[in-house]
């Protein structure tokens, strides 16, 4: 186990009706942009529980903060935020709400162009606008960490950055929420959980020992929980268990004391730039072919992981490991996610030359826990990816 | 899984040489009470390490604070702090000094005879004086919650309290400590962990499956763990594990959204109160025969904890559920424990009557997540105990 720090201050409560606590939590007076995404909060019922339970304040709407949140719709926000003296944030929506409003709160009082937050992925420290939020989609766990991922549209660029500053004050997670999301945005939260947990745990032994049990406990949940939740959205235990899933996988917990990867997101990312595809099924379709490629630096954690979250038993600890990437495609598969860039798009050929130009673009020489994926490992994740 | 609030705004900095990161963690200015217990610092070399991190600051010393911390010897802590107009506060100790630091912390500032914090277990929610810890001995958790148990020697009293202004601002986590620890305090850290756990997982099926799964894995974790760290307190990565176990087990986190036990520890406490049984030998005494009392109520979960943190397999759950009770009372031997009260001293008989007539006084009905630990169950898990 490596040092570490420990540090989350958000205050989150969990469970129904526990929208109409907001008035204990934001400051009395306070002037409050309300910002949302599309606008299914006016479908579910989440936007009148937030404006009732608002009641005495004054609330500034600011809507349309899109997937892979822009940076040029988010300085609209920060704009406003200036010219009408707003001095609280209440993000309500998924992760892409909950990471714009973390750019809108670090940009507001930025000394100097809040581009430069994104492209230098800054560490924010001080001088945000409070912010709480209101998760009406689990999966990214932005809810109860101070990260961000922001797209500069004009230039493609999805970056990421954070800061102490930028942990909500507080965060309502209200398991209700997930009987009235379509079923690809909870296959999108399983899967996207479940390959935030990957990152931090499938590396390499590291005596961790306590944080592998807490990711392969998460792991194992999500496993449970994704056939109850996929086939009945109103099962409010099975909500609740994919919702809690969601928020652990990225609070910051199993990360402490380990190396971790991140390999797939910084990938997926380019998937995403280069199609639109959504997150999650980019994680779905080049993690377990990275595992693949990258099998030989990985496949003591990939043996632990199929003995304990998949009980398999073979002969060697080799096979073990070979087919614990077979029973995570298999669960991808059986939960809806494309595992290959052709069930999204008729383009696949387009992937490999333009993602590998990306990342030569950048200068960058290796990814991964061990720094050893590099631009030919790249090119093979991707043909297997095809 | 019941509604919960989430909310730990400790600073957890984990690791060795981490001592010196003092001074970034203290208000520059701030005059500080330095508390500890019986001098064991001066003698692993926390003391020095301490002191010279605090270098320039003006640092005023309180020894002495006893396990079980007693009010009377803490009442003279406030009165130095309001004498000396001392602003902060740093327990270096374990358990005992971090909970002895809590009360003092809380009765400063507070208006009234501090005693009913203790008499009226009281949540103190503000005025607190602001408070950090060094951890000297992985075992209570206290290092990262709001909570304290104080003893009122007078009256023989031992009574818990807390409330959010009593989270430590920072606790520093060296598991480098635990090499110098003599046998008995490693073993009774590791039980006290453990049955911190059970006392929080071990009630009936609540459907808080992530909950259970990361309660098993500390239980895991600290069974494999304690032979190592047993054999050999130098190990730092055994020492890594069960101090990340020790904090993990009560820092809130697995007790969320589910209902809770804790009559191992009521009853154990009575036992400390009678004999100076050290508290985690009581647990041990306590909790396995608690469960052969309450198997009715408990066996579904003693099944589950069975299956997944033994691997029992046997023909039926109740098996699986019985035999679960029987390791847990051969792993208590084989980490050293007592597990009867005749163990630790002649006048076991003694126990029942006195017992009984303590809870009989409090008017107290019933114990236990179901309410269903009576006088008559009580009486009988004294009578295993003997």
Chains 1, 2 share one sequence.
Not at 345 to 374: C, M
Request: glycine share 8%; proline share 5%; aromatic share 8%.
């Amino acid at each position: 186990m490596l040092n570490f720090e420990w540090y989350n201050p958000t205050r989150l409560l969990f469970g129904a009706d526990q929208i109409a606590k907001l008035k204990s939590l934001i400051p009395p007076g306070a002037k409050i942009l309300l910002a949302y995404g599309g606008g299914s909060i006016f479908q579910n019922g989440v936007h009148q529980q937030v404006v009732e339970a608002l009641e005495g304040y004054t609330v500034v709407p600011f809507g349309g903060i899109e997937p892979n949140p822009h940076y040029e719709t988010l300085m609209k926000a920060v704009e406003l935020i200036r010219a009408e003296n707003i001095s609280f944030i209440l993000a309500v929506g998924g992760g892409s709400v909950i990471d714009g409003v973390k750019f809108i709160s670090a940009a507001v009082k930025f000394a100097g162009d809040p581009i430069t937050i994104i492209r230098e992925r800054m560490l924010i420290k001080e001088n945000a606008i409070p912010f709480g939020t209101v998760l009406t989609l689990p999966a990214t766990g932005s809810e109860m960490n101070s990260g961000s991922v922001v797209t500069i549209a004009a230039t493609q660029e999805k970056l990421s950055f954070g800061g102490e500053a930028l942990f909500p004050q507080f965060s309502i997670c209200d398991p209700t929420v997930v009987q009235s999301l379509p079923t690809r945005q909870i296959q999108n939260g399983l899967i996207d959980a479940f390959v935030h947990v990957m990152e931090q745990y499938l590396t390499f032994p590291q005596q961790a020992d306590l944080q592998d049990r807490i990711a392969e406990g998460i792991l194992q949940t999500l496993i449970e929980t994704a056939p109850k939740v996929l086939q009945n959205p109103s099962d409010y235990q099975a909500a609740s268990n994919l919702m809690w899933c969601c928020t652990m996988a990225l609070n910051g917990l199993i990360s402490k004391g380990v190396k971790v990867d991140w390999a797939t997101h910084a990938i997926g990312h380019e998937l995403t730039a280069l199609y639109g595809i959504d997150h999650a099924r980019t994680l779905a379709i080049i993690g377990p072919n990275l595992y693949r490629v990258l099998f030989e630096s990985k496949k003591e954690k990939l043996a632990q992981y199929g003995k304990r979250v998949w009980q398999i038993s073979a002969a060697s600890d080799d096979q073990i490991a070979a087919e614990a990437i077979e029973r995570t495609t298999a669960f991808f598969k059986q939960t809806g996610m494309p595992t290959t860039i052709s069930e999204c798009t008729e383009d696949a050929d387009k992937a490999i030359p333009f993602i590998v130009a990306r990342f030569k673009d950048r200068q960058w020489t290796a990814l991964g826990e061990h720094q050893n994926l590099d631009l030919e490992k790249l090119e093979q994740i991707l043909q297997k990816s095809l």
